[in-house]
């Protein structure tokens, strides 16, 4: 008896990114608030708190938590973009003052 050759498995689809995602690497957020406004005063509140955000970027992303219904969030992030390991960093400095911090592909 002769095997038949199989079939050439067809690849699923890619799972999609996240939508927010820029694949411009990772960052740390590390608040969301009610407004943009209310993110960036965040940042600059802890920014005079924790020198690991010297020198660092601030940027605002909208999220839709109304899931968690929570309607609209922003959340504060900290660049730039790098590393998973970079933004870990930040974190895990951050989380030792106290602060909540979680790592997100940008």
Do not use: N
Request: aromatic letters at 4%.
């Amino acid at each position: 008896a002769v095997a038949k050759p199989r079939p050439a498995p067809t690849p699923g689809p890619a799972p999609a990114p996240a939508a927010a995602s820029t694949g411009a690497g990772y960052v740390a957020v590390i608040s969301s608030q009610k407004t943009r406004m209310e993110a960036l005063k965040k940042f600059a509140d802890l920014q005079q708190k924790h020198d690991v955000l010297t020198g660092k970027t601030p940027d605002v992303q909208e999220a839709d938590l109304s899931a968690r219904g929570l309607g609209t969030m922003y959340r504060l992030v900290v660049g730039p973009p790098g590393s998973r390991e970079a933004a870990a960093v930040v974190c895990t400095q951050l989380r030792s003052a106290g602060q909540d911090c979680w790592v997100k592909e940008y």
